[in-house]
T-cell receptor, first 117, second 116 residues
Framework: NAGVMQNPRHLVRRRGQEARLRCSPM?????VYWYRQLPEEGLKFMVY????????ESGMPKERFSAEFPKEGPSILRIQQVVRGDSAAYFC???????????????FGAGSRLTVL | AQTVTQSQPEMSVQEAETVTLSCTYD???????LFWYKQPPSRQMILVIR????KQQNATENRFSVNFQKAAKSFSLKISDSQLGDAAMYFC?????????????WGAGTKLIIKP
């Protein structure tokens, strides 16, 4: 089991460009979550997806950010017209199920570090 | 709202020694979950240990153990016989039983340095 795979590990973009971050969940996991980690801060939840559905996007900035988890292929976090404040580590996690009391622990990927010049 | 505080931005310990990382939290709930995650240079977040608040017994996982003081809202992590591979960022996290497992509240982390 390869675990949660994220790529690219490092991405450099200039202001105004687009950034695409990919996440392949663990085998058997159908729930994907994206988090952002700013310097010297803990993880902040962004969005929760299941196949072809966004379940909770309460942590997503209203503009420029979008996420998808198509029927086939990895989940994609897309940031349009990046700004310097988008520089952060973006982590993906997956799980088998969610919302169960006392159940489940997220499995995290290694993260993608976005640097905006 | 719940908050998690890790007051030690950085800690260092001699190899083979014991180190304790502190974590305090604020909540009005009586039942909840607490976690310690490790983030090595590879940046992958790895679950170290989990504690259910309704359990009085402190969780233990090999060289890792917690000191859970519910009344004081403290959840420290003790690492015994520190090894070079323990060098990483350590994050404390809280989850309400009413929230889904992705809605963790995270501390800012403690960088642990192991001196050979």
């Amino acid at each position: 089991n390869a675990g949660v795979m994220q790529n690219p590990r490092h991405l450099v973009r200039r202001r105004g460009q687009e950034a695409r971050l990919r996440c392949s969940p663990m085998k058997g996991h159908s729930h994907v979550y994206w988090y952002r980690q700013l310097p010297e801060e803990g993880l902040k939840f962004m969005v929760y997806l299941q196949k072809e559905n966004i379940i909770d996007e309460s942590g997503m900035p209203k503009e420029r950010f979008s996420a998808e988890f198509p029927k086939e292929g990895p989940s994609i976090l897309r940031i349009q017209q990046v700004v310097r404040g988008d520089s952060a580590a973006y982590f993906c996690a997956s799980s088998t199920r969610t919302g169960e009391y006392g159940a489940n622990v997220l499995t995290f990927g290694a993260g993608s570090r976005l640097t905006v010049l | 709202a719940q908050t998690v505080t890790q007051s030690q931005p950085e800690m260092s310990v001699q190899e083979a020694e014991t180190v304790t990382l502190s974590c305090t939290y604020d909540t009005s709930e009586s039942d909840y979950y607490l976690f310690w995650y490790k983030q090595p240079p590879s940046r992958q977040m790895i679950l170290v240990i989990r504690q259910e608040a309704y359990k009085q017994q402190n969780a233990t996982e090999n060289r890792f153990s917690v000191n859970f003081q519910k009344a004081a809202k403290s959840f420290s992590l003790k690492i015994s016989d520190s090894q070079l591979g323990d060098a990483a960022m350590y994050f404390c996290a809280y989850r309400s039983p009413m929230d889904s497992n992705y809605q963790l509240i995270w501390g800012a982390g403690t960088k642990l340095i192991i001196k050979p």
